[in-house]
């Protein structure tokens, strides 16, 4: 085999590995996306979603705080009155 031949089957050989390369890799973000393997979350059930998952993030929390001790509170700038007034709302309410 000559130079030229070589080159040429090298040339094919690392063609054929990057191509089976790109067939095992993942694909990308924007890929998935556009093929449909990742549903955007903008739609009725994904705001639903995201509403409960703070809804419970902000009970857990006030029930957090709640168990805090005065020494914990004082750490933090707070006093029993904010933590009352926190515990207090609704898990709706901001």
């Known amino acids: 085999m000559n130079r030229a031949n070589s080159r ?3 040339t094919w050989l690392a063609a054929g590995a990057l191509s089976a390369v790109s067939l095992i890799a993942p694909p990308s973000a ?3 996306l556009r093929i449909g393997f990742i549903a955007p979350k903008t739609g009725i059930f994904a705001q639903l ?10 009970k857990l929390e ?5 168990r805090w001790s005065e020494r914990d509170l004082h ?3 707070l006093s029993w009155s904010d933590v009352v007034r926190e515990a207090e709302k609704p898990f709706w309410r901001a």
């Open 30 to 32: 924007a890929e998935e």
């Open 8 to 10: 040429v089957a090298l």
């Open 62 to 66: 006030r029930r957090e705080l709640a």
């Open 75 to 77: 750490d933090v700038g």
């Open 49 to 58: 979603g995201e509403t409960l998952r703070l809804w419970r993030k902000r």
